[in-house]
């Protein structure tokens, strides 16, 4: 066996777990909060650099623990400073996390899955199949490992801050299908990393039940829905899980999640050409969402080798248009990346290792 079969991986680790594994070290209470602080908020990779541990506390550590089996293997910027990492996990798989610059303001989008099952058609990812969940460490660890490259500087030319502010689950994957492990890494990102709860956003392609479950949680959730249409057979193309969990339905329930938690969810809808585009299908949306607190985010198609292209700008503007006209707040999101891979899984499938596309 190797470590990371044997050994805790400390990046996964919650406070009371760590405090309780500090403890059964017979090591004092304080040490918990030692190591948390150079772990999840100094980005620490080794524990030699852990300079106030005690060299003894540091040698125990260095034999009975890991701080992570994760590592780089690739990155790729874009002339807006967007750069995707490619993240190896301890068994050969890789993922992939973007640190997305936005108006000098850093945010992170990490994975919660090794590929989807969901299958979105127009999806880099969804074109790879689904291999497996991603655990909480290997969720959290995506953040932190951007967070040691702002540290080392990769990003001091696009922004002033040392901190990634913003968390969006918008990586490859569908969250709510790892649900208690993504719910785990929120609660590790926002206790021990310091991410404030409400900076940290679920993007679902909408699986209801666990939508409902979401609801029920202690804690109120910012939540993301791809809609990418409102037609049921276009979105049963687009959304294949639509099958499933209706349109219809969605919205009932997004309607309901907005009332239970009082927050505005975001309406994520990226625009094809010829399916989602058109006038009619700017008012049909307007007239589906109506009444549901929410921001609607309009998203350009970054094309990843699909039959899908991006509509011109003019026809982008003109469905912005129809929707502000009609009282909602709507954006039109840049594509952060474009001149680069700016799709999810499109860095992982450009990697030796990934035998593709397999459609599912
Ligand atoms: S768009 Fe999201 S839900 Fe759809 S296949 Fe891609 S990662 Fe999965």
Same mark, same amino acid.
């Given at each position: 066996?190797?470590?990371?079969?044997?050994?805790?991986?400390?990046?996964?680790?919650?406070?009371?777990?760590?405090?309780?594994?500090?403890?059964?070290?017979?090591?004092?209470?304080?040490?918990?909060?030692?190591?948390?602080?150079?772990?999840?908020?100094?980005?620490?990779?080794?524990?030699?650099?852990?300079? =106030?541990?005690?060299?003894?506390? !540091? %040698?125990?550590?260095?034999?009975?623990?890991?701080?992570?089996?994760?590592?780089?293997? %690739?990155?790729?910027?874009?002339?807006?400073?967007?750069?995707?990492?490619?993240?190896?996990?301890?068994?050969?798989?890789?993922?992939?996390?973007?640190?997305?610059?936005?108006?000098?303001?850093?945010?992170?989008?990490?994975?919660? %899955?090794?590929?989807?099952?969901?299958?979105?058609?127009?999806?880099?990812?969804?074109?790879?199949?689904?291999?497996?969940?991603?655990?909480?460490?290997?969720?959290?660890?995506?953040?932190?490992?951007?967070?040691?490259?702002?540290?080392?500087?990769?990003?001091?030319?696009?922004? =002033?801050?040392?901190?990634?502010?913003?968390?969006?689950?918008?990586?490859?994957?569908?969250? &709510?299908?790892?649900?208690?492990?993504?719910?785990?890494?929120?609660?590790?990102?926002?206790?021990?990393?310091?991410?404030?709860?409400?900076?940290?956003?679920?993007?679902?392609?909408?699986?209801?039940?666990?939508?409902?479950?979401?609801?029920?949680?202690? !804690?109120?959730?910012?939540?993301?829905?791809?809609?990418?249409?409102?037609?049921?057979?276009?979105?049963?193309? &687009?959304?294949?899980?639509?099958?499933?969990?209706?349109? =219809?339905?969605?919205?009932?329930?997004?309607?309901?999640?907005?009332?239970?938690?009082?927050?505005?969810?975001?309406?994520?809808?990226?625009?094809?050409?010829?399916?989602?585009?058109?006038?009619?299908?700017?008012?049909?949306?307007?007239?589906?969402?109506?009444?549901?607190?929410?921001?609607?985010?309009?998203?350009?198609?970054?094309?990843?080798?699909?039959?899908?292209?991006?509509?011109?700008?003019?026809?982008?503007?003109?469905?912005?248009?129809? &929707?502000?006209?009609?009282?909602?707040?709507?954006?039109?999101?840049?594509?952060?990346? %474009?001149?680069?891979?700016?799709?999810?899984?499109?860095?992982?499938?450009?990697?030796?290792?990934?035998?593709?596309?397999?459609?599912?």
């Amino acid at each position: 066996m190797n470590d990371t079969q044997t050994k805790p991986i400390l990046v996964g680790y919650t406070r009371p777990e760590l405090e309780a594994l500090i403890a059964s070290w017979e090591e004092k209470p304080f040490r918990a909060r030692q190591l948390e602080k150079w772990i999840f908020e100094k980005a620490a990779r080794r524990f030699e650099d852990m300079s =106030d541990l005690s060299k003894l506390f !540091r %040698q125990k550590l260095q034999e009975n623990a890991l701080i992570s089996p994760h590592e780089v293997i %690739q990155t790729t910027t874009s002339s807006d400073g967007t750069t995707k990492f490619l993240i190896r996990l301890s068994d050969g798989q890789s993922v992939e996390c973007v640190t997305i610059v936005q108006e000098r303001r850093l945010t992170a989008c990490v994975s919660s %899955q090794v590929g989807c099952n969901v299958g979105c058609p127009f999806c880099a990812t969804g074109l790879s199949g689904f291999r497996r969940n991603l655990t909480p460490a290997e969720i959290v660890d995506q953040f932190l490992l951007m967070q040691a490259a702002v540290n080392a500087g990769a990003f001091s030319e696009y922004t =002033d801050n040392d901190r990634i502010s913003n968390i969006v689950f918008m990586g490859m994957g569908e969250p &709510l299908l790892n649900y208690d492990a993504v719910l785990k890494s929120i609660e590790i990102l926002n206790r021990q990393v310091g991410i404030g709860i409400r900076r940290i956003t679920i993007s679902t392609s909408g699986v209801i039940p666990r939508i409902e479950r979401l609801m029920q949680e202690p !804690r109120d959730y910012s939540l993301a829905i791809s809609l990418h249409s409102v037609n049921p057979s276009v979105r049963d193309e &687009l959304v294949p899980i639509n099958k499933k969990y209706t349109v =219809d339905e969605l919205l009932k329930v997004t309607r309901r999640y907005t009332e239970t938690t009082g927050r505005r969810v975001t309406f994520e809808y990226t625009m094809l050409e010829g399916y989602n585009s058109s006038l009619q299908d700017a008012e049909a949306l307007a007239k589906a969402i109506k009444g549901i607190h929410c921001h609607v985010n309009l998203i350009a198609y970054n094309p990843v080798g699909s039959k899908f292209q991006a509509p011109p700008r003019a026809e982008i503007l003109a469905f912005q248009n129809v &929707l502000a006209q009609a009282g909602f707040p709507v954006t039109i999101r840049q594509n952060h990346g %474009q001149d680069d891979m700016a799709a999810c899984g499109q860095l992982r499938i450009q990697s030796a290792e990934i035998p593709l596309p397999t459609v599912i």
